[in-house]
């Protein structure tokens, strides 16, 4: 029988210690300040009427989520230990990131019988910079999938180099069983179940890892049947009705050769440039540009690459019959397993635009190929491998710092809306339809809590809302869209409401909407069915419908436990170890580009814009957003400086030539003469007492082409700043 020495043993300790002490790393800054975004408060909302899901299946409001039965466990289970916090979210989300580091340490040490090579992979697999939604809540069981089916992998090929029956059966048993419940929570999963077969042929080559397998043939049985349980599964769903994942699978009727070239294209020219290079450039870029201070960054890079150091120095290379193991035979493993990682997002058009999720799948093979190239540059010059080495660990630290930082920092804003929202709303009568009237523009997206804001209030109030809907003000804009993201309208009448859908628009060929789909319908609603409240400019809630007698409960019957989820849920909480790393408060300057860093969109007060859409390049990546009304608002804190400002910004398409020669610009009411550079590129002088402190208001008056979707102009950047 062939023998070859590392099996992986000896890593785990040292691996975990590791890991945990990265996490600490990223986790210190923030303590568990962040909390649900999204879909998070829509799964909450559906635990409290329904109890938790610990397996969607074909009945229930989770049915067309069914072929991933295991989709909500890890929330289902944090819910479970504690309905009334996010406390336990945080929990399972470190041990999920933690699992991922140890199993993939030990993987890699296991095919190259280095240690350091293992640690390093360990590493590299959590902080990989090319996702940027794996430290969101919304995404923890896609995380917890990736998590346990490495640490599947692992155990099966630790039960195939285990002599004593029992405990091989019993790991086999273990293997099948986090194979089913991985592969049960996030589908994609099933893309990677080639990693078990690429791993022995790295570490062995196509003879010796026959004959490996050859010899371990009933021991990988286990891993296997996990694998045929789930593809059976798969199919059985899929024979009986419409899912989730075949709404996002849809080509809309165009052809299927040339879909499969479009996608082909998308892979070769973003996807693969994104996972291999694009992320580490976008993490480098923001270390240097959206830190206040780096030496947190710094500091716990050396403590980590100090206990590296210390645990391990050097790397060994396993040997299989005195031929050492070929460093291009991992490179070659490690890019169809990033290939393999992609496949199942290549089905969807939209998942190949974001970077939320898509890339998560990809993380080992892309982490796998840069240790590989490590380990081919550790033969050739050990200061190059050493100083590249060195060099990623703070552009993914950083990274991952930023992210967590993102998406606190939405969780806040989501926070503050909500805690402002629910006092007002907690003895308002239930059952009837919410009209919320907003001066202050920000519920105006998705990520500003647009279409969940229902759900979020039902969790939080401990009674289901049955209908929301948001105007903003000026203007009774009714964020109830068409397909080309258009706003209706809000109208009150003496006896009731009416929310009319935008005109009718001429079909026509082009992006960026849909012609031909229907919009919403007109809806009216009397006053006795409403509830009505007004958030004003600076964000004061009150309730203009007074409350019926007798709805609200007693005190001390339903109301501390509401009480008590407010307090842990919406409380705000500082946290004493920020350590200065971002800038906080208002700015002497302002910038919106609706997003600088692919698909980390960040909401902003206003009106009259669409969602951003992202152009895409192989390392480069642009957002823009259409202005979809006749006057288009931005609104920003500024701390202004005693100087004059420079206003600047590009718009990079126009509906037609009428709307650049029409656009007016307006700063607080007051217009501004500016002048076109050139490049859709536009520059005006800004007096300085043109400009407050504190909330400004920035204003685009364009007329939109009813024979292009209504739209306008398309915002590239806008900027306002004193002269440089």
Not at 277 to 284: F, K, M, R, S
Not at 422 to 450: K, M
């Amino acid at each position: 029988m062939l023998r070859l020495p590392g099996s992986g043993g000896g890593v785990v300790a040292p691996a975990a210690f590791l890991t945990g002490l990265l996490l600490m790393a990223i986790w210190l800054p923030f303590g568990f300040r962040m909390g649900a975004l999204i879909e998070d408060w829509s799964i909450l909302a559906l635990f409290d009427q329904h109890g938790p899901m610990y397996f969607v299946g074909a009945e229930g409001p989770l049915a067309p989520h069914r072929m991933r039965p295991f989709t909500v466990l890890p929330q289902a289970v944090a819910y479970a230990l504690d309905p009334d916090s996010f406390g336990w979210w945080h929990v399972i989300l470190i041990l999920s990131l933690l699992v991922r580091g140890v199993a993939g340490a030990w993987l890699v040490r296991w095919v190259t019988g280095s240690t350091t090579a293992g640690l390093v992979f360990g590493l590299l697999v959590v902080i990989y910079p090319a996702d940027t939604m794996q430290l969101a809540f919304r995404g923890m069981h896609i995380v917890g999938s990736l998590a346990l089916f490495l640490a599947a992998v692992a155990v099966q090929l630790h039960a195939a180099d285990r002599a004593s029956s029992p405990v091989r059966v019993g790991l086999c048993v273990v293997a099948a069983l986090l194979t089913i419940v991985a592969i049960g929570m996030y589908e994609a999963a099933l893309a990677l179940t080639p990693m078990p077969l690429l791993l022995v042929y790295a570490r062995f080559g196509w003879t010796d890892g026959i004959a490996w397998m050859k010899a371990r043939w009933p021991t990988l049985l286990g891993y296997g049947l996990g694998v045929a349980t789930c593809v059976v599964y798969i199919a059985y769903v899929l024979s009986g009705g419409q899912t989730y994942q075949a709404t996002l699978a849809d080509t809309g009727g165009r052809d299927s050769w040339a879909v499969v070239v479009e996608r082909i294209r998308i892979v070769a020219t973003v996807v693969l440039p994104r996972s291999i290079l694009g992320g580490w450039l976008d993490a480098a870029d923001m270390l240097r540009d959206e830190f206040v201070h780096r030496a947190y960054v710094l500091l716990a890079c050396a403590v980590l690459l100090a206990c590296l150091a210390i645990t391990r120095v050097g790397a060994r290379t396993v040997t299989a019959g005195g031929r050492a193991a070929s460093g291009w035979r991992l490179v070659a493993c490690a890019v169809l397993l990033m290939l393999l990682g992609h496949l199942p997002f290549t089905s969807s058009i939209s998942h190949l635009h974001i970077t939320q999720r898509a890339y998560l799948f990809a993380t080992p093979g892309a982490a796998l190929l840069w240790v590989s190239l490590l380990l081919v540059a550790w033969r050739m010059s050990r200061v190059a491998a050493l100083t590249l080495g060195v060099a990623l660990l703070p552009l993914g630290v950083g990274m991952q710092l930023y992210q967590f930082e993102h998406y606190s920092r939405i969780h806040d804003l989501q926070r503050s809306i909500l805690s402002r929202l629910v006092p007002v709303l907690s003895d308002a009568p239930q059952g009837r339809t919410l009209l919320i009237r907003d001066a202050s523009a920000t519920l105006n997206g998705t990520w500003s809590l647009l279409p969940v804001i229902a759900n979020a209030l039902s969790y939080l109030l401990a009674h289901p809302v049955k209908t929301v809907h948001v105007c903003l003000e000026p203007g009774g804009h009714w964020q109830g869209f068409d397909p080309t993201a258009r706003p209706g309208s809000c109208v009150e009448g003496p006896t009731g409401w009416t929310l009319r859908p935008p005109g009718p628009l001429r079909p026509v060929d082009g992006p960026p909407g849909v012609a031909g789909v229907a919009g919403p319908a007109e809806i009216h609603i009397p006053k006795s069915d409403l509830v009505v409240v007004d958030i004003d400019r600076a964000g004061q809630v009150s309730r203009t419908t007074d409350p019926l007698s007798g709805v609200a409960a007693p005190p001390g019957t339903v109301e501390p436990h509401a009480r008590r989820r407010w307090r842990h849920v919406l409380s705000e909480r500082p946290w004493p170890l920020g350590f200065g790393l971002f800038p906080r408060g208002p700015a002497s300057d302002f910038r919106w580009d609706a997003g600088r860093w692919w698909n980390m969109d960040m909401p902003q007060q206003g009106s009259g814009w669409r969602e951003a859409d992202w152009t895409l390049r192989p390392l480069s990546q642009t957002s823009t957003v259409w202005k979809n009304l006749r006057v288009s608002t931005v609104l920003f804190d500024l701390s202004p400086i005693n100087a004059p400002y420079v206003l600047e910004g590009r718009f990079v398409n126009f509906a037609n030539d009428r709307v650049a020669a029409e656009l007016r610009v307006l700063l607080n009411g007051s217009e501004i003469a500016y002048q076109w550079t050139g490049d859709g590129r536009f520059i005006a002088q800004v007096p300085r007492l043109a400009l407050k402190a504190g909330e400004n208001e920035l204003a685009f008056d364009a007329p939109g082409d009813p024979a292009y979707f209504g739209l306008s102009m398309a915002l590239d950047w806008v900027t306002l700043h004193a002269p440089r």
